[in-house]
Every structure is written in structure tokens, then in C-alpha cells.
């Protein structure tokens, strides 16, 4: 309720901003109009003065040079920035966040909740605690108003997981706190599954490289550093556009191939195991989640049915 509200207050300010704008076009065209006859009258008696004037006539020059420098210098980078605007155009990049600033962070929440509703969301993020579960998180509200989410996140218990969060070094943020955080998206996913949204989760066992939320037309994109927080990172804001030779193609790629992965298994939110499957979808095993030992693992598929089919393809269980 208080979303739409805000969201019809703020239609409502950017249609009367617009028509003030054109209002006060026309008031100011009216005033110049207005000042003109009299304004020609006042700048050729004073001309009159200076023409004869040596020591006044070389100080309008030289204002009439600096005034010249600045115009041409403006009008050059002028150029210069619609060459890079139209490359940007090109490419699809429609905004660029250098910081997090609060003016910045409620442009991006606004624009995320404009183009979440009756859509599904597309994720790549690491524990997703910063993002779902997290009440000032950039996707706590876009979740609400989805119709589905496809979301892929770090598996805590991967060796690339222990690595990445070691290599931080934070005193504060240890590998249990991460993976707690990943248990408290998890929770919320199946919350979400509950009330009815069609929530597909996805643990891959490699190092975070972006964190990209896809919604519609739209792609939000960061990147995450060894050694920085992802939330001081710059956010870039990607659009579709009809040439399909833009940014967001290739994203939108990427994560297209990343979900696909018969690499990456789907985490069943209803007995929390990770299913894994071939290329044509049809499931070939499963895995028990937070698997602690290679001993757990080999008595966990002992007891999978597709345990005995897996080892005559020569292959073992892979647990991540």
C-alpha cells in the first residue's frame, strides 16, 4: 500500500514538474521579448562611450576573446560527450552509480520496484543476505511484487566460498556468518515459494564475479572485488535495445549459460538437497546440503538411488 502510494505521489510530482517547466519556457520567452527593444536601446549608448574609449574598447575585447575561448571549448566537449553518449546509447548503458550516495540508492530502488511488478527476476548475487533478507536491501520490497524468481547464489560449503571469504580478512565477517546469511535467503526464498511465486534457486561452487539482477528490459550490474564490499562497487544500469548488439545481450547471455550449467545443481527449497541434472532436465542425482565431510557425502550416496547408476558411468558424487 505505502509502495503505491509512493509511486502515485511521484507520478503525480514528475507530471507538475513537467508542466512548470513549460510554463516557465513561456514566461521567460515573454520577458525577453518584453526587455529586447529597451536592452538594444541601453547596449548602444553604452557602445557609444566605449568606442571612444581606448582602455574600455581593449577590456571588452579581451572579454569578447575569453567569452569566445569558453564558447568553443564548451561546444567541443559538448561534442565530444554526445559522441560518448550515443556510443553509451549503443551499447545499452542508460545510468552509472560511481557511489552509493542516498539520492542515488532511492533512484535505483525506484526504478527496480517500476519494473518488478508482474515479472520474473532474474539473480546472480553471493549470499543474497545484503539484497533479500536485509529490510533496506536494493530487492527486500522487488520480491513482493514479482511473479517468479530464478535466482543463483554462492554455495557456502564450496572451497571457493572458504577461500573468497578468507582472503577478506575481516575479523567480522567469518565463513559462518556467510553461511548463515545464505541460510536466511534460503528461509525467505521458501516464504516466498509459500505464498505461491514460482522461486527456482541455484548454488554454484566458483567465486562471485558480478552481481546482476535482471527485470524485464532492465539489468542491473556490479562487481565484486577480492577486497572490497560489493555495496561500494558502481552500479551500471543496462537497457535492451532493438539492435540486440548491446550490454545487455551479453549478460543476459552469461546468465543464461551460467543457469543452465549442468554444473550448478538446483537447490530443492521443499528437502533442502542439491538436485543435479542433465542436459535435457531429467534428474540424475542428489545431494545432501551442508555436507561436511567426504566421509558424509559417500554414506549420503550409498543411500541415493542413482548412487549405484553414477558409479558404473565412472563417475562419483560431486559435492560441493
Keep these: 500500500m505505502f509502495h503505491a502510494l509512493k509511486s502515485i505521489i511521484h507520478t503525480a510530482l514528475r507530471n507538475a514538474a513537467g508542466s512548470f517547466y513549460h510554463l516557465f519556457v513561456i514566461v521567460l520567452s515573454a520577458g525577453i521579448a518584453l526587455l529586447l527593444p529597451s536592452g538594444a536601446r541601453h547596449f548602444l549608448t553604452l557602445w557609444s562611450r566605449v568606442e571612444h574609449d581606448k582602455l574600455s574598447l581593449i577590456i571588452v575585447e579581451m572579454v569578447v576573446a575569453i567569452l569566445l575561448i569558453g564558447g568553443f571549448s564548451y561546444v567541443r566537449r559538448s561534442w565530444h560527450d554526445r559522441m560518448?553518449?550515443?556510443?553509451?546509447?549503443?551499447?545499452?548503458?542508460?545510468?552509472?552509480?560511481?557511489?552509493?550516495?542516498?539520492?542515488?540508492?532511492?533512484?535505483?530502488?525506484?526504478?527496480?520496484?517500476?519494473?518488478?511488478?508482474?515479472?520474473?527476476?532474474?539473480?546472480?548475487?553471493?549470499?543474497?543476505?545484503?539484497?533479500?533478507v536485509d529490510q533496506v536491501g536494493d530487492l527486500s520490497s522487488v520480491l513482493d511484487k514479482c511473479l517468479g524468481a530464478k535466482i543463483l547464489l554462492v554455495n557456502p560449503y564450496s572451497h571457493e566460498a572458504t577461500k573468497r571469504i578468507q582472503a577478506i580478512g575481516h575479523s567480522e565477517y567469518t565463513l559462518t556468518t556467510f553461511r548463515?546469511?545464505?541460510?536466511?535467503?534460503?528461509?525467505?526464498?521458501?516464504?516466498?515459494?509459500?505464498?505461491?511465486?514460482?522461486?527456482?534457486?541455484?548454488?554454484?561452487?566458483?567465486?562471485?564475479?558480478?552481481?546482476?539482477?535482471?527485470?524485464?528490459?532492465?539489468?542491473?550490474?556490479?562487481?565484486?572485488?577480492?577486497?572490497?564490499?560489493?555495496?561500494?562497487?558502481?552500479e551500471y544500469v543496462l537497457r535492451h535495445n532493438r539492435q540486440n548488439h548491446g550490454l545487455y545481450t551479453l549478460y543476459a547471455h552469461y546468465f543464461e549459460q551460467r543457469w543452465k550449467s549442468i554444473e550448478i545443481p538446483e537447490y530443492d527449497l521443499d528437502t533442502d538437497e542439491l538436485v543435479y541434472r542433465n542436459r535435457a532436465g531429467s534428474e540424475m542425482r542428489r545431494a545432501r546440503f551442508e555436507m561436511q565431510s567426504a566421509e558424509e557425502a559417500y554414506a549420503y550416496a550409498e543411500a541415493t538411488p542413482y548412487a549405484h547408476e553414477e558409479r558404473g558411468r565412472g563417475k562419483g558424487l560431486v559435492v560441493t
Design 84 to 132: 560518448l553518449a550515443r556510443a553509451a546509447t549503443g551499447a545499452g548503458l542508460v545510468s552509472f552509480f560511481p557511489k552509493h550516495e542516498r539520492r542515488a540508492r532511492r533512484h535505483i530502488e525506484q526504478v527496480k520496484e517500476e519494473q518488478s511488478t508482474g515479472r520474473t527476476i532474474m539473480v546472480i548475487g553471493s549470499s543474497g543476505y545484503s539484497s533479500f
Design 180 to 234: 548463515e546469511e545464505v541460510r536466511q535467503s534460503i528461509a525467505l526464498l521458501k516464504r516466498l515459494k509459500a505464498m505461491g511465486k514460482t522461486v527456482t534457486l541455484k548454488l554454484y561452487a566458483d567465486s562471485p564475479l558480478v552481481k546482476m539482477l535482471i527485470l524485464g528490459d532492465y539489468l542491473w550490474l556490479q562487481h565484486y572485488h577480492a577486497d572490497l564490499d560489493i555495496r561500494t562497487m558502481p
